[in-house]
T-cell receptor, first 115, second 115 residues
Framework: GESVGLHLPTLSVQEGDNSIINCAYSNSASDYFIWYKQESGKGPQFIIDIRSNMDKRQGQRVTVLLNKTVKHLSLQIAATQPGDSAVYFCAENINSGGGADGLTFGKGTHLIIQP | DAGVIQSPRHEVTEMGQEVTLRCKPISGHNSLFWYRQTMMRGLELLIYFNNNVPIDDSGMPEDRFSAKMPNASFSTLKIQPSEPRDSAVYFC?????????????FGPGTRLTVL
C-alpha cells in the first residue's frame, strides 16, 4: 500500500543553526499533512499542519513546505535549540468529509542538536 | 486542559494473559484513535471511533485485539490472549473534527511488555 517515508533517519545540526527535515509521501489523494515531535518516553506532540491548498505555513520558529508536484513535505526549524532534539514524524490523511480519519505516519527522523 | 489520559503507563504481563488498556480523550473531542508504535513498524493506526462508533478497524492485527468506546469519555483496547509480539507502545489520540480541524492530540502512551 501507499505510505509516507522519510529520506534521512538521523540529522545532526549545531545549536543555533537551521534544520530541515524532509518527508516524501506517495498518496496523491492526501490533503492534510502534520508534523509531530516525539521526545523519549512521550507521545507525539503536534508541531504544525498544512492543507493541500497551501504550499507554505509558518509557526513559531517552524515552517512547513508542501510541494504537491513531487509529493514532498519539509519541516524547517530555525535557530535550533537543545530542546528541539527529538524524533520528528510527518503524517498524512485524506479528508473524507464524513468525519475524522486516521493518520498514516512516516518512519521518523531523529534530530540531534549538537552543543 | 488535562490532555488525553492513558492508563496504565506501563504494563508487564505474561503470554496468554488478557491485557486492557484505557483511554480518556480530551473533553469535547468526538473522535478517538488507537495507534501502536514499534521500532520495526513505526506508528500504525489500529482503530478509530467517531462519535463513539467504530469507523475503521482494518489496522487491528487479529481477532485477539478488540476495542470499545462505551461513551464519549472512555475507550478500551483489549488483547486476549496476549503474545510477545504484541509488545509495543500503544497510543490513544483524540480530535474534534466538528471544529474543522484534523489535528490529533496524543496521550503519553502505554508501554506493554509481554513476556
Amino acid at each position: 500500500g501507499e505510505s509516507v517515508g522519510l529520506h534521512l533517519p538521523t540529522l545532526s545540526v549545531q545549536e543555533g543553526d537551521n534544520s530541515i527535515i524532509n518527508c516524501a509521501y506517495s498518496n496523491s489523494a492526501s490533503d492534510y499533512f502534520i508534523w509531530y515531535k516525539q521526545e523519549s518516553g512521550k507521545g507525539p506532540q503536534f508541531i504544525i499542519d498544512i492543507r493541500s491548498n497551501m504550499d507554505k505555513r509558518q509557526g513559531q520558529r517552524v515552517t512547513v513546505l508542501l510541494n504537491k508536484t513531487v509529493k514532498h513535505l519539509s519541516l524547517q526549524i530555525a535557530a535550533t535549540q537543545p530542546g528541539d532534539s527529538a524524533v520528528y514524524f510527518c503524517a498524512e490523511n485524506i479528508n473524507s468529509g464524513g468525519g475524522a480519519d486516521g493518520l498514516t505516519f512516516g518512519k521518523g527522523t531523529h534530530l540531534i542538536i549538537q552543543p | 486542559d488535562a490532555g488525553v489520559i492513558q492508563s496504565p503507563r506501563h504494563e508487564v504481563t505474561e503470554m496468554g494473559q488478557e491485557v486492557t488498556l484505557r483511554c480518556k480523550p480530551i473533553s469535547g473531542h468526538n473522535s478517538l484513535f488507537w495507534y501502536r508504535q514499534t521500532m520495526m513498524r513505526g506508528l500504525e493506526l489500529l482503530i478509530y471511533f467517531n462519535n463513539n462508533v467504530p469507523i475503521d478497524d482494518s489496522g487491528m492485527p487479529e481477532d485477539r485485539f478488540s476495542a470499545k468506546m462505551p461513551n464519549a469519555s472512555f475507550s478500551t483496547l483489549k488483547i486476549q490472549p496476549s503474545e510477545p509480539r504484541d509488545s509495543a507502545v500503544y497510543f490513544c489520540a483524540s480530535t474534534s473534527w466538528r471544529e474543522g480541524t484534523d489535528t490529533q492530540y496524543f496521550g503519553p502512551g502505554t508501554r506493554l511488555t509481554v513476556l
